[in-house]
């Protein structure tokens, strides 16, 4: 079975401040992982994915099989940030399956 | 279209009526998902489709839910017997065959059962 966390429901910084949303998974085989992003009154859409190893609007995430997370780092937070985050898993091995969302961040930004 | 296409947007009814939800994928996007969000809850796996049948079927929460897909192209979500319960942000998603793809949402059917 697979299983993504995500203990923080709500996260409130101010402007400029360094942001981590956490993840962490539970899975027995390979995972892909990735964030999604939904601003508001906007649908659900990618942000990143750790095989791509790229930085999106200034977050990064990496994918710590050692703690099985992959939280989501932006140095300086911006006001535009604000907006719900899920983290999400994938098997790699199987053809076709799945995409496991955790429960989700509301991040706020505050000016 | 240009992109994941679902309707009604927003549907009320009444406890114990039937309703179907539509969602029409990305155009030769051969895999479909259905996920339920509530709040509090995040999303919610439903049912997966490749091509036209459904691998994987065991998020559907009772035997009231039902999806099919025809042509490999439109899908269709019922749910009988409507409860209370079954209210939430009802979403559809479409990728290409592989598992690293990414998954393009549509905006939601916004179900309200009274």
């Known amino acids: 079975a697979q299983r993504v966390t995500q203990p923080e429901k709500l996260l409130s910084v101010f402007k400029g401040a360094p942001v981590e949303l956490k993840c962490n998974y539970s899975?027995?085989?390979?995972?892909?992982l990735f964030w999604y992003v939904q601003y508001s009154r906007q649908r659900l859409q990618l942000l990143l994915r750790?095989?791509s190893r790229e930085s999106i609007k200034g977050f990064t995430a990496d994918l710590n099989k050692g703690e099985t997370s992959f939280h989501l780092k932006k140095p300086f937070a911006q006001e535009e940030d604000s907006a719900m985050y899920y983290c999400a898993l994938s098997p790699r091995e199987t053809s076709g399956s799945r995409l496991t969302f955790g429960e989700g961040t509301q991040l706020t930004v505050n000016p | 279209g240009a992109g994941v296409s679902q309707s009604p947007s927003n549907k009320v009814t009444e406890k114990g009526k039937d309703v179907e939800l539509r969602c029409d994928p990305i155009?030769?996007?051969?895999?479909l998902y259905w996920y339920r969000q509530s709040l509090g809850q995040g999303l919610e796996f439903l049912i997966y489709?490749?091509?036209?049948?459904?691998?994987?079927k065991s998020g559907l929460p009772s035997d009231r839910f039902s999806a099919e897909r025809t042509g490999g192209s439109v899908s269709t979500l019922t749910i009988q017997r409507t409860q209370q319960e079954d209210s939430a942000v009802y979403l559809c998603?479409?990728?290409?065959?592989?598992?690293?793809?990414?998954?393009?949402f549509g905006e939601g059917s916004r179900l309200t059962v009274l």
């Open positions: 489709f490749q091509g036209n049948s459904a691998p994987d």
């Open positions: 998603a479409s990728r290409t065959g592989g598992n690293t793809g990414e998954l393009f």
């Open positions: 155009s030769g996007h051969t895999a």
């Open positions: 899975y027995s085989g390979s995972p892909e």
């Open positions: 750790h095989i």
